[in-house]
């Protein structure tokens, strides 16, 4: 059962502006801090962005601070993240993740989606 699903993924020009979603289920949306994370070619994943179960904090990676939005839309269970000003380094395989604890980078998340790719072209 996939209980978290993405979409949104796709080539962007340098300097130009992508969304990705992440939809799911009642219960993960209401009561789990939900998230991105990234993975390069020949890196390691990295967390990107989350956001808590109530909308009301978020946090992000340095690399993305001021570029990346990530918020949630309560109607359709969906967690978004706006991603601008993209660069080549953003290209990666987008993963969004689920936690029941608040800290979503601290340690592995219960949920993982099977990724979208976002591409930049320079």
């Known amino acids: 059962q996939v209980e978290l699903a993405e979409s949104g993924g796709g080539l962007v020009q340098a300097g130009g502006s992508r969304r990705v979603h992440c939809a799911t289920s009642?219960?993960?949306?209401?009561?789990?801090?939900m998230g991105w994370f990234r993975q390069a070619p020949g890196k390691e994943r990295e967390f990107v962005a989350a956001?808590?179960?109530?909308?009301?904090?978020?946090n992000y990676a340095d690399a993305v601070k001021g570029r990346f939005t990530i918020s949630r839309d309560i109607v359709n269970r969906i967690v978004s993240m706006q991603m601008t000003s993209l660069n080549p380094e953003d290209t990666a395989v987008y993963y969004c993740?689920?936690?029941?604890?608040?800290?979503?980078?601290?340690?592995?998340?219960?949920?993982w989606g099977e990724g979208t790719q976002v591409t930049v072209s320079s």
């Open positions: 993740a689920a936690s029941i604890h608040s800290g979503l980078e601290e340690r592995e998340p219960d949920y």
């Open positions: 009642v219960r993960i949306f209401s009561q789990y801090t």
């Open positions: 956001i808590s179960s109530s909308g009301e904090s978020t």
